[in-house]
């Protein structure tokens, strides 16, 4: 089974994403997978000095004003630039750091998506998501499904998902999230949210697909070999220094 790995970055985050793809191509071990990477123009002049190994391929695209709707968007095309049967969607933030392959990732052959009451969650994660996925979704985000890193999905559901969206508001799936809002990561809380890419994905699967995907309440696990970092805010030189050794003892 085909597995590829996409990503969705900014110029902002060039030096994370350095660090993910470098990791990545350590420690990533499952055969025939690529890494496939959609970046913005004004990334050009920042990567061009990479020498990096490895199955990568660089996707160029043009960011909406919002551009923070604008990468969740992509995020939910993911399958227009590849032929996968499965895809695990990584951030430039998070961080492969130890060996890994596709079986690690899988309950009894199917992908897992893990959810947290909304009691038990984060109060901001209800106030920011809720209300936009239960509109283009026509359904109530009746949990938070967005708490499991990495995601993975069957290929299908990307676009299964697409047509709810499209069905439940009577509009293109680009006219339903599109926006021309400019993204303040200080005013995160203000901003207009249209829709998220990972609670529509997983609230799809787990309704409409429940025998394809394993769904359970979140189990913590700390033999993870995925770190999750925050990208706003944890870059330091203490951690560039902890990833550059890492990446020196193999």
């Known amino acids: 089974m085909l597995c590829d790995i996409m990503i969705v970055s900014h110029k902002r985050d060039l030096v994370w994403l350095y660090y993910c793809l470098r990791l990545l191509l350590m420690n990533w071990k499952e055969p025939g997978s690529r890494i496939i990477v959609r970046l913005e123009d004004d990334c050009r002049e920042g990567i061009k000095n990479w020498d990096l190994p490895g199955p990568i391929y660089y996707y160029w695209v043009h960011p909406w004003p919002d551009g923070y709707m604008f990468q969740m968007y ?8 590849t032929h996968a049967e499965m895809m695990m969607m990584v951030d430039s933030d998070l961080m492969l750091i130890a060996p890994a392959k596709l079986e ?28 936009p996925v239960s509109r283009v979704m026509g359904m109530d ?6 708490v499991r890193a990495p995601n993975l999905y069957w290929r299908e559901t ?11 508001t009577g509009r293109s799936f680009y006219d339903a999230v599109y926006s021309r809002e400019h993204f303040n990561p200080a005013r995160f809380l203000q901003h207009p949210v249209t829709f998220a890419d990972f609670e529509c994905l997983n609230l799809y699967a787990a309704t409409f697909e429940p025998d394809r995907y394993v769904v359970r309440p979140q189990q913590l696990n700390p033999n993870n070999p995925f770190r999750l970092f925050w990208s706003h805010g944890d870059w330091s030189a203490s951690l560039q220094a902890e990833l550059d050794a890492k990446l020196q003892a193999q």
């Not at 899988?106 to 994660?125: C, M, N, R």
């Not at 990307?158 to 439940?168: C, D, E, L, P």
């Open 104 to 131: 690690d990732f899988l309950q009894d052959g199917k992908p897992i998506i893990e959810t947290l009451e909304w009691h038990q969650s984060s109060p901001v994660a209800q106030q920011v998501w809720r209300r």
């Open 74 to 81: 992509q995020k939910c095309i993911s399958d227009d630039f």
């Open 158 to 168: 990307f676009s299964k998902t697409r047509q709810r969206i499209v069905q439940a």
């Open 141 to 146: 985000l009746d949990k938070d499904y967005m």
